[in-house]
């Protein structure tokens, strides 16, 4: 179901509504670092069951 957001700048965001996130996103300026996880797996290999998150720390966005 895609990636998701775990923080923005120091911001935690994990458990937050859309909204929330926006709202955070909103009040970051023009320069942010997200870390984000993405579901990555190799579905001819690994059952649903086992699939695991892996988490990527990205670099600083511009949001202009």
């Known amino acids: 179901s ?3 957001i775990l923080q923005i700048g120091e911001v935690n965001v994990g458990g937050m509504g859309s909204e929330q996130v926006a709202q955070v996103l909103r009040k970051v ?8 996880a993405r579901l990555v797996t190799d579905d001819s ?13 990205s670099e600083f966005y511009n949001l202009q």
């Open 2 to 4: 895609g990636d998701h």
């Open 29 to 36: 300026g023009q320069h942010v670092k997200l870390v984000i």
């Open 45 to 57: 290999n690994v059952d649903a069951s086992s699939r695991e998150e892996v988490f990527v720390a």
